[in-house]
């Protein structure tokens, strides 16, 4: 079992930036997939962005793609994720999950979540 836990989160206007971290115990990191995941009220969970064991290999959804970028400091047991042009839709629960799976690129291999860090972004 890994424990995830989320920081960063927090109230931003429109056009604003923020970066949240995801720091990570318990297991390898450097060998864990690692994603982000967003749900906002009444709306199904999304998969955001996520990064292969060694960050070589990267998804973003197309709805961020161009304005989130997702990194790892395996030294350090975190994963980042810089968001940029950030808009009132971005508003949401922003979650950490990870996966032992190497398709870091599939949303259905994370089954370890951190707790979650609210980003809302005013208009």
């Known amino acids: 079992q890994v424990q995830l836990v989320e920081s960063g989160g927090g109230l931003v206007q429109a056009g604003g930036s923020l970066r949240l971290s995801c720091a990570a115990s318990?297991?390898?990191?450097?060998?864990?997939?690692m994603g982000w995941f967003r749900q906002a009220p009444g709306k199904e969970r999304e998969f955001v962005a996520a990064?292969?064991?060694?960050?070589?290999?990267?998804y973003a959804a197309d709805s961020v793609k161009g304005r989130f970028t997702i990194s790892r400091d395996n030294a350090k047991n975190t994963l980042y994720l810089q968001m940029n042009s950030l808009k009132p839709e971005d508003t949401a629960v922003y979650y950490c999950?990870?996966?032992?799976?190497?398709?870091?690129?599939?949303?259905?291999?994370?089954?370890?979540w951190g707790q979650g860090t609210q980003v809302t972004v005013s208009s």
């Open positions: 990064i292969s064991w060694i960050g070589g290999g990267t």
């Open positions: 999950a990870a996966s032992t799976s190497s398709s870091y690129y599939r949303a259905l291999v994370y089954d370890n």
């Open positions: 318990g297991r390898t990191f450097s060998r864990l997939s």
